[in-house]
């Protein structure tokens, strides 16, 4: 049964690394949108990718990964494990906790914005900032150093 579990943990993994790798470019595609419409459109595939791929991804190959830390017989004394650890728990709580709300109320704003014809206050701010996108940045990154310490195991 372990091997299934470890077979859907990577599979989760790659669901995962899919939206985060993805939002990226849809972030960069956005940001270079010239109308208020291709803004939006790429604010809802940011979200459709968010709420399908990433978080799912994000909580389907943690618990599996915690799971599986004790049934390969590794346990949490290894400073790789340890490491990999602190790493998910981060990414998972600035994913959760700032970039998840973020991206809904800039896609709120955004909505607004088009019911409206013009860009409101509230998405120009909200579309401005810049911690979103480099925290977005740090999370893929954080998965290319959560999968060497997966297969490496330093």
Avoid: C
């Avoid at 599979?11 to 690394?17: E, F, I, N, S, Y």
């Avoid at 088009?114 to 810049?130: C, D, I, R, V, Y």
């Avoid at 893929?140 to 490496?152: C, N, P, S």
């Amino acid at each position: 049964m372990v091997l299934f579990f470890y077979f859907l943990h990577i599979v989760a993994a790659l669901w995962l690394a899919a939206g985060v790798f993805a939002g990226a470019v849809v972030r960069a595609q956005t940001r270079r949108a010239a109308d208020l419409a291709g803004k939006v459109y790429g604010l809802r595939l940011a979200w459709r990718l968010t709420s399908i791929y990433t978080l799912p991804g994000a909580l389907v190959a943690g618990l599996l990964g915690f799971y599986l830390v004790t049934g390969k017989g590794f346990g949490f004394t290894a400073r790789w494990v340890q490491i990999s650890a602190v790493l998910y728990l981060l990414m998972l709580a600035v994913t959760l906790f700032y970039l998840t709300p973020r991206l809904r109320r800039t896609l709120a704003a955004g909505e607004a914005s088009l019911a409206k014809g013009a860009p409101t206050p509230e998405l120009q701010s909200l579309a401005a900032a810049k911690l979103p996108g480099i925290l977005a940045d740090v999370n893929a990154l954080g998965i290319v150093v959560l999968t060497f310490l997966m297969v490496f195991k330093p």
